[in-house]
Antibody, heavy 117, light 108 residues
Framework: QVHLVQSGAEVKKPGASVKVSCKAS????????ISWVRQAPGQGLEWMGW????????KYAQHLQDRVTMTTDTSTTTAYMELRSLRSDDTAVYYC??????????WGQGTLVTVSS | EIVLTQSPGTLSLSPGERATLSCRAS???????LAWYQQKPGQAPRLLIY???SRATGIPDRFSGSGSGTDFTLTISRLEPEDFAVYYC?????????FGQGTKLEIK
């Protein structure tokens, strides 16, 4: 059974960085990618980027590419998303999802990141 | 970037009625690589339809997807109480995926 378990909620100050983890189990980690999607309070879904687990290739949304880094650790089947220079409008629930050629059938539970002074 | 525009923003219907949700792309979606998701409050999205008419595992057959090129439709044939939620389309034709802004399906 596929599971994606994310790290816990974070509170950060403006200008800081946050790193969210996503532990995958129940499938061959290197056979799929991981997408990251965020959702600001009361808003829609925003795709942030994806990473292929087997070789670490990445694609980032253009408006985030200067501040985001996605990585994977195949030894622990864990994906990470780091967002730097946090602003108040980065406050959102951050989701990881297993990328199966562009569709996302499995999602993590979400991680709330709050940016506040 | 492919921009997806969903309509209507909110759809008010009663259980048992038919729902038709639209997703229009700013340019043709290669291979009709378009998916639909359902999201309920406090939950992660759930994949319903992909490609654009294949149902994901476990999705009831009252959900169907259609369309090609730039115009896509999600149809729910007979609404059940658990279908009232927000629905998003997503394209994966481009390496830079995008979501529509969502359609809220509410009980009339």
């Amino acid at each position: 059974q596929v599971h994606l378990v994310q790290s816990g909620a974070e509170v950060k100050k403006p200008g800081a960085s946050v790193k969210v983890s996503c532990k995958a189990s129940g499938y061959i980690f290197s056979n799929y990618g991981i997408s990251w999607v965020r959702q600001a309070p009361g808003q829609g879904l925003e795709w942030m980027g994806w990473i292929t687990a087997y070789n670490g290739n990445t694609k980032y949304a253009q408006h985030l590419q200067d501040r985001v880094t996605m990585t994977t650790d195949t030894s622990t089947t864990t994906a990470y998303m780091e967002l730097r220079s946090l602003r108040s409008d980065d406050t959102a629930v951050y989701y990881c999802a297993r990328d199966g050629s562009g569709t996302h059938a499995y999602w993590g539970q979400g991680t709330l990141v709050t940016v506040s002074s | 970037e492919i921009v997806l525009t969903q309509s209507p923003g909110t759809l008010s219907l009663s259980p048992g009625e038919r729902a038709t949700l639209s997703c229009r792309a700013s340019q043709s979606v290669f291979n009709n690589y378009l998916a639909w998701y359902q999201q309920k409050p406090g939950q992660a999205p759930r994949l319903l339809i992909y490609g654009p008419s294949s149902r994901a595992t476990g999705i009831p057959d009252r959900f169907s997807g259609s369309g090609s090129g730039t115009d896509f439709t999600l149809t729910i044939s007979r609404l059940e109480p658990e279908d009232f939620a927000v629905y998003y389309c997503q394209q994966y034709a481009s390496s830079w995926y995008t979501f529509g802004q969502g359609t809220k399906l509410e009980i009339k």
